[in-house]
């Protein structure tokens, strides 16, 4: 198993700044009065994907890097909620939001692709 040096060259990793992205484009919509609510929440909270993936990466040892990586996962659900919450307020449509799952889950997958490896590498 090849060793990935930094958290840049992890797949999962690019796929959460995908997802960033992604989010950032979709409030960029929303009215100004979620600016400091749902706005910021989502947003926030797309960012901490990547960035827990970063940081367990950059811990160094596979109990801590295993443990961001259950914080990413978490976060993917209450990001997944505050899309949910924005279909309702019909600040995004069902396409949308059909997109932006799909990464989801995608990135969950990997997530747990991930976890599985550096737990049978410990093993």
Not at 53 to 62: D, L, Q
Not at 80 to 85: A, F
Not at 98 to 119: K, P
Request: aromatic share 8%; glycine share 6%; proline share 2%.
């Amino acid at each position: 198993m090849a060793v990935i040096e930094s958290f840049r060259d992890l797949r999962v990793w690019q796929t959460a700044m995908d997802l960033v992205t992604e989010c950032y484009r979709l409030t960029r919509r929303f009215p100004d009065c979620e600016r400091y609510g749902l706005t910021s929440q989502l947003q926030r909270v797309a960012v901490s994907v990547p960035a827990n993936i970063a940081e367990g990466h950059g811990r160094g040892t596979t109990k801590s890097f295993l443990n961001f990586l259950w914080i990413a996962n978490g976060s993917l659900t209450e990001l997944e909620t505050h899309l949910l919450i924005a279909v309702r307020l019909g600040y995004i449509d069902d396409e949308e939001l059909t997109h932006v799952l799909d990464l989801i889950r995608q990135i969950g997958r990997m997530l747990i692709a991930l976890r599985r490896s550096l737990q049978a590498r410990d093993d």
